[in-house]
């Protein structure tokens, strides 16, 4: 059916420019501004038909170049093979609406490219019965035509396809989210490098830190500034603004009064939204690098330690007090002091020893009891100059752990009650004097069966006045004398009773005996270095066996022809000193043993006054104030004997300190560097580093992203909105779009510093299609049905651009008829359609 026919069928109302418009997906009156400068097709000889009337072109007619939006070519038929447009362009490069004449190009003169002059076209089909098309929209022999198939070539289709305008149009905003994203994968990767780490050089990594915050916060913002102008377009299209509401939303990314707006909050939250977010985002600058601060932190390495000894009394059994073994320059020393049966011994240094030559015990050496005295009377092990220094390099702290075999005590308890009624085996003093049946608060017996020096009479040097044969027994170690230790312990509250008619004397105070025998002990003891200070922790002791394994026979004379009045039994289990390897380590022990006996032994009188007898007082095993012995007096008695024997440690020029690598090699006094002298330690120091508190760091940035990705989501809806043409708000914009001749009628006045009136400021305006009224008062792009049905296209020029409501709604009254508005969906503002689509998938 002809034009003419089908208006004669559809009467008045038969309107074949709305049909094909209403009909037509691609038309856009609102479309965004194309690219200027896609190069324009030369226009084939066109035919054309005048408003008037006119024979159409024949099927198959070249179609030419046309133009849409602020007055520059269109891209879309580049991009859309088979669309054809309607609007054309005048000789100013203006967009006119369709049927707008334009003036008469004489027929000899070149084509032109972008700026050629065209008047409105009308095409036809093939078929003569098929009606003309205005507008974008799909040839339906575009297929046909191809030169590549049906459906052309397969990068137009690509480029036809909406995800690729999406992408193609909105890259910027996408790479900028990426860009942050990755900024702050990376902030998170350079803080957990600094994690832990000495906070050397902190001003040039917080800096580093910073500028990564920065970077992220930058393409945030940019992700935000470019959604934020794809919305300002959507808003002022779908909303009717006042001037200084359209002025906030151009500014309100630079201007932040721009925010305080009753009409932008309600007429534009979404730009209102994105302007706040984009002022908000320079906190992450703040905020997030906070999440790498600097503290003391123990740094802990597992490594090793130089200077690290032991004990090794096996080193006792060469050690021969006629020869001067020095180590690094200094004189190896013994634990004990030895005489010999012969005058003038010094020479016989490879002499073997045999019944009328040998050496035997007579006393401790003064190293060992002066480092003994230094212990007892701290109550602590007496450390090494300088040993953490020595030990754990400088600036370090660290521990370790050795273990070794030296002498110890076992002791156990064998009564605890107030009288003491039952009879204890052994015991050495009468049970009652102990408070509070008696005055006393401590008794002690720690010699008997002590070694006793001189063995017989001596000369000078220490030799026996008497001649050979000796005496079987001369300088044989036949017992290690038992420590039986009586004390009271106060179980009141308060301070003790100080006599006997406290109401508290006989509930408060217990008497506790126990006994401890010397034994050879197997230790496990952790070193601890910190600073100048040493601390001690014995973790584990084994007690293997007894020092020297015999009964004291208390009360019974030895006749054995040395001043020695010990007897014990079997006889077979003494220390001989022609058995001198044994021997000496024995001797080692008991200097060892005798050095913390000498101290226990004696008694405390409690009441009626109070006095000492003995060295108990120089321990801290007495409270002086009281004058009663500690609690736990069993535990604190081999407490302080270990720590008499870690003390040796001290003096490393005893023979038996030793290398903890090497326990066979003595240590003397200077330090080693050789690696073979290392032992493995763990090294602690306390300096500021580096803390990444990886919670607060992703808190902020977690709200960041999600903040960004919604301004993402929100400007790929503008660009569903705008068609995926990209917008911005270039002065150039603004000015296209304010070229209305309209805007003249407002109320202007002349102001050399650009000052608006107040009354314009407060006038509505709306973005939309402008029309411009022809010769005879008819907008350009009204097209009417005339008597015969033929269109009817009257001469006008269309602005896209902003005007008061007035002239846009008679606008679309003329264009579309009435009855014909817009209509548009409440959510279009978050849907990925089109704006000027409606509900029902409609356009214009």
Not at 512 to 518: L, Q
Not at 712 to 723: H, K
Request: hydrophobic share 35%.
């Amino acid at each position: 059916m002809d034009p003419h026919s089908a208006a004669q069928a559809g009467g008045d109302d038969y309107d074949p420019f709305l049909q094909h418009v209403e009909q037509s997906p691609r038309w856009d009156p609102l479309a965004a501004t194309p690219d200027v400068d896609l190069p324009a097709s030369p226009p084939q000889p066109p035919r054309v038909a005048f408003a008037s009337g006119g024979p159409y072109p024949p099927a198959g007619a070249d179609t030419p170049s046309s133009s849409v939006g602020l007055g520059i070519e269109s891209a879309d038929q580049a991009r859309f093979p088979g669309y054809h447009a309607i609007v054309s362009r005048d000789s100013f490069q203006q967009d006119s609406a369709p049927g707008t004449p334009s003036a008469p190009q004489p027929a000899n003169e070149p084509s032109k490219s972008t700026f050629q002059t065209f008047q409105r076209q009308e095409y036809t089909l093939s078929s003569p019965d098929t009606a003309p098309y205005y507008g974008y929209y799909p040839h339906p022999h575009g297929d046909a035509v191809s030169p590549n198939g049906p459906r052309g070539p397969r990068w137009a289709r690509l480029t036809r396809s909406r995800a690729w305008m999406m992408l193609s149009g909105g890259w910027p905003m996408y790479i900028t989210f990426l860009l942050g994203f990755g900024f702050a994968v990376g902030h998170h990767g350079f803080y957990s490098r600094l994690d832990g780490k000495p906070a050397d050089d902190q001003i040039r990594m917080m800096r580093f830190g910073n500028l990564l915050s920065y970077a992220a916060k930058a393409s945030f913002v940019a992700t935000v500034m470019f959604s934020y102008r794809q919305q300002v377009w959507v808003t002022a299209i779908r909303n009717v603004l006042r001037l200084r509401t359209i002025d906030g939303l151009f500014a309100a990314l630079e201007e932040p009064v721009a925010l305080f707006n009753w009409e932008f909050l309600k007429k534009a939250p979404v730009n209102f939204s994105l302007a706040v977010l984009a002022w908000l985002f320079p906190l992450v600058v703040i905020l997030i690098p906070a999440a790498l601060t600097v503290a003391p932190l123990t740094e802990t390495v597992d490594g090793q330690c130089f200077g690290v000894r032991t004990l090794n009394f096996d080193a006792e059994k060469s050690k021969n007090w006629r020869t001067t073994d020095r180590i690094n320059g200094y004189r190896s020393i013994s634990l004990s002091y030895y005489n010999s049966t012969v005058s003038n011994s010094d020479s016989m240094v490879d002499t073997p020893f045999n019944d009328t030559f040998f050496d035997y015990w007579t006393g401790i050496s003064n190293q060992l009891d002066l480092v003994s005295a230094r212990s007892v009377l701290t109550g602590a092990v007496v450390p090494r100059r300088d040993v953490a220094l020595e030990t754990c390099g400088a600036g370090w702290n660290c521990s370790y752990t050795i273990s070794f075999q030296a002498p110890g005590y076992k002791c156990d308890e064998k009564a605890r009650n107030q009288s003491l009624d039952a009879d204890i085996p052994g015991l050495p003093f009468d049970r009652s004097l102990l408070s509070p049946v008696g005055n006393y608060s401590y008794v002690a017996k720690t010699m008997l069966g002590e070694y006793y020096s001189p063995q017989v009479d001596v000369q000078i040097g220490g030799a026996p006045k008497s001649k050979p044969p000796y005496p079987h027994n001369l300088g044989a170690f036949r017992t290690e004398p038992e420590l039986w230790i009586g004390y009271v312990e106060y179980k009141g509250p308060g301070r003790p009773p100080e006599n006997r008619s406290s109401e508290n004397w006989n509930t408060s105070l217990e008497a506790v005996i126990f006994r401890c025998d010397h034994y050879l002990t197997n230790y496990t003891v952790q070193f601890n270095h910190t600073y100048s200070q040493q601390a001690t922790t014995v973790l584990k002791r084994d007690y293997l066996r007894p020092i020297i394994n015999t009964t004291y026979i208390p009360d019974k004379n030895a006749n054995d022809g040395t001043l020695d009045n010990t007897t014990a039994v079997p006889e077979s289990n003494f220390v001989f000193p022609i058995d001198f390897e044994n021997y000496r380590v024995t001797a080692a022990y008991h200097s060892l043993g005798l050095t913390m006996r000498r101290y226990l032994d004696g008694n405390v009188q409690y009441v009626p006054f109070a006095m000492i007898a003995g060295d108990l007082a120089k321990t801290a095993l007495l409270d002086t104030e009281s004058y009663l012995p500690v609690p736990g007096l069993m535990e604190q008695v081999q407490l302080l004997y270990e720590n008499i024997t870690l003390s040796l440690l001290s003096y490393p020029q005893f023979v038996v300190v030793a290398w903890a690598a090497l326990p066979t090699n003595h240590s003397g006094v200077s330090n080693s560097t050789d690696p073979a002298l290392a032992y493995p330690c763990v090294r602690t120091r306390v300096a500021n580093a580096y803390v990444f508190n990886r919670r607060d760091l992703w808190l902020f940035y977690a709200i960041a992203i999600a903040l960004a990705f919604a301004a993402v989501v929100l400007g790929t809806a503008a660009l569903g909105q705008n068609d995926f043409h990209v917008r911005d708000t270039h002065v150039s914009s603004v000015v296209a779009a304010t070229r209305a001749p309209c805007l003249d009628g407002l109320p202007w006045k002349a102001s050399k510093w650009g000052e608006v009136p107040r009354e314009i400021l407060d006038t509505p305006l709306g973005y939309g299609i402008v029309a411009e009224p022809g010769p005879n008062g008819t907008p350009a792009a009204t097209a009417m049905a005339g008597a015969l049905g033929s269109p009817v296209v009257v001469s006008g020029k269309v602005y896209y651009g902003f005007a008061p409501k007035e002239v846009l709604e008679r606008t679309r009254v003329a264009t579309f008829g009435p009855g014909r508005h817009q209509r548009r969906s409440r959510f279009s503002a978050w849907s990925f359609k089109p704006w000027h689509r409606d509900e029902g998938g409609q356009g214009f």
